[in-house]
């Protein structure tokens, strides 16, 4: 018999276009890491790769869920500052594409899960600000310690937040960022915390599931918070 839609949520996750070299190509491409895909598929969604093109709203539509990947640095500008000297990969229009593909989800009150940069695009779009080199802020590069390797620390929950009772107290967990919220947006409430003060997960006040965490989920073990994400689609 085949499986109906509803057994399987739609989860829509965006993603990148940069070059990649593939078989015998080497062209830009619409991408995403698979553990994205795995995950959603552990817990029992049906994922749906959005890139940032044409008019991505249209899709949130059709969804049950969403994911905000991770991916470069967010245009500051955005938050009204110059950027860094160290700030880079900037996207502008995955800053376009994100940006308005968040307000469309949250206009139609869609569950919704930030990783890593789709924490920090939902702080931005809310009014917040980011420190743009976490390491001048912290004094370590625990959260990042080199290109293309994850840090693992432990993060610890906000008792009684969303995040706290899917997680527990909070656990170790891969960490690849640069940089972090500064100021809290109006709307959004602190849910996890690492040992050194970052701000590592919020949620949006009010909602039955709009979750954002700083760390990788996609690349540790477990998947609860994907399973969270698909339950309450």
Known sequence: ???????????????????????????????LPYRYVDMVIRAGGQPVLIPPAGDPREVVRRLDGLILAGGGDIDPARYGQAPHERISHIR??????????????????????????????????????LHQHLPDVVGHEGHSPAPGRYGRLPVKTVPGTALAGVLGEG?????????????????????????DGTIEAVEL???????????HPEAGEDCLLFEALVGAC
């Open 92 to 129: 502008p229009f995955r800053d376009e594409a994100e940006f308005a593909v968040l307000e469309e989800a949250l206009e139609a009150g869609l569950p919704s899960l930030g990783i890593c940069r789709g924490l920090q695009v939902l702080n931005v779009a809310m009014g917040g600000t």
């Open 205 to 215: 006040d009010g909602r039955p599931f709009a979750l954002a965490v700083q760390w």
């Open 1 to 31: 018999m085949p499986t109906s839609r509803r057994s399987r949520p739609l989860i829509g996750i965006t993603c990148y276009v940069e070059p990649a070299r593939f078989t015998v190509w080497d062209m830009p491409a619409a991408l």
């Open 171 to 195: 656990e170790t967990v891969p960490h690849y960022h640069h940089q972090a919220i500064d100021r809290l947006a109006p709307g959004l409430t602190v849910s996890a915390h690492a040992e």
